[in-house]
């Protein structure tokens, strides 16, 4: 890659990105902890594993109530091994509200596109 490229504003673009992404999942994650938290908590009342967790950081400040949802998230989104360990009460998985359901998969595929362009920005940076 010439120093033309890498002094262009398609190369800002492409090195901000990520960052940009990150901020707006950020406050995405926000948008999720402080208004859609206790509904999904709700919607997971019998889930042995979400009870122990939101006894533990619901009422730990901002910071506690980002990680509970990434928790909800985690095992809404993948939802198998919480199942397997009795973790998980299935029927709540199966019946969990699907507007949040949608929510909770956004936040983890830009998430992943972070991830994802990260990497590649990365690689890129690497064969300056």
Known sequence: MTEAFWSSWFAFALLAGPILL???TLAFSFYLSRFHLDA???????SRYIAVWATGLQNHG?????MLTAKVSGMVTWPGPGIRAGELDPDEIRNFPRY?????????VLHGVILVWGVIVSVLLQLK
């Open 62 to 66: 901002w910071f506690g109530r980002f």
């Open 22 to 24: 990150a901020v707006i």
């Open 40 to 46: 999904m908590i709700e919607a997971l009342k019998g």
């Open 100 to 108: 949040l359901k949608r929510l909770v998969v956004a936040e983890t």
